[in-house]
């Protein structure tokens, strides 16, 4: 395949047609740090929450407090990219010695206009489940303090990965989540991810919102 | 929601976050015409393509005629394209009367990359399995001799919708002609639309490979 096509290489990734891939094919480099940083990345995102926000206005909510939003932590809520320009916006492979340690500095900051709808999701009446693979025993502490600096507050729960699914792969892990949810009566409305892991598998919800990424995969 | 970015409405619809829209926005239109002629669309299909080549190369083949391959008919092997552009690329609301007769003029041109990759499929010991949604009693001869011209020959079934199935959503009926392959034993190692209602649902398969359309959308 050529890589020199950044931008066919990206529109494969978003739509899950490439999977498993490690880092960011050589060729594809200055594409992706320019879509991150020039424009499109943030003009791609507003396009998506508008959708968002039209969809939600749709919704009629039943005010059993069982209607629901998940979103994911990671690139999701928070933005990771100020670590991934230290890696070359994904063209150097996964180091989660190094990851970890940005994660324990707590200063992901807030994906803005994703914080804007977050508070738009629980003033309308929708409780928000932040679902995110990160381990809980060791980085539990700092995401909730992360996320509340940033202004992410209010959300039903924060759930994290735990012991029991610990090595498990993203959607193994969030379809067990998600499962347990609707067990619970919960109705999933909108599920909201970067990655194709939180929007495959198990009781995916009504409707699914892809938040773009190339620059890693999570399987 | 700004309809002036084209490039980010195509990445949401795309991606499936916007889901049941009826015509692409008067302001894309430029923008999708450009994507389908000048080249990108192509590009981007190779890269897709070539994808499916490698993962098709990963798989190992039992030799039981069970390992299969499903696509779809419409604008994933042959093409509609000519007949979208005289309806502005998917600005003109869909019209079922004058693309019936479209199709019963059984001139849909092969995807040249998709005839090659469906000719190395059965070359390489996979079963093919078209599954469309187009109607079975009104079209059937018509779509059996259109793929037939345009050299796709040699799969294992043309699966059509029944009058079991008629008024169903393309996820329904899909999901459930997917059920019956695997009760019959199939493994479905790939699943390639130009829809997301070809590549949701139930049973979906190991791998599935989303071709762009950015022109119409079928629930």
């Given at each position: 395949m050529s890589m020199e096509n950044g931008a066919s290489w990206r529109l494969a990734v978003e739509t899950n047609n490439?999977?498993?891939?490690s880092t960011v094919p050589e060729l594809c480099l200055p594409y992706v740090k320019n879509y991150m940083l020039e424009g499109q990345y943030h003009r791609d995102l507003d396009v998506i929450i508008a959708e968002m926000y039209d969809y939600m206005k749709s919704i009629t909510i039943k005010?059993?407090?069982?209607d629901i939003w998940i979103l994911d932590v990671d690139?999701?809520?928070?933005?990771n990219l100020k670590y991934y320009e230290g890696k070359r916006f994904g063209g150097d492979p996964f180091d989660p010695v190094m990851f970890k340690s940005w994660i324990l500095?707590?200063?992901?900051?807030?994906i803005p206009s994703m914080l804007k709808f977050y508070k738009k999701l629980i003033e309308s009446g929708f409780k928000v489940f932040l679902i995110t693979g990160r381990d809980e025993m060791q980085l539990g502490s700092s995401t909730a303090l992360n996320l509340f600096l940033q202004g992410?507050?209010?959300?039903?729960r924060l759930i994290m990965r735990s012991s029991k699914y610990r090595g498990q792969s993203a959607v193994k892990f969030k379809s067990a989540i998600r499962k347990e949810l609707v067990g619970e009566?919960?109705?999933?409305?909108g599920n909201v991810g970067d990655q194709w892991s939180d929007l495959t598998?198990?009781?995916?919800?009504?409707h699914t919102f892809k938040i773009p990424n190339p620059m890693y995969f999570v399987t």
């Open positions: 490439i999977q498993s891939w005010n059993d407090g069982k690139d999701t809520c928070i933005s500095k707590e200063s992901c900051p807030a992410f507050e209010g959300h039903e009566g919960y109705r999933i409305h598998g198990d009781y995916i919800g009504a």
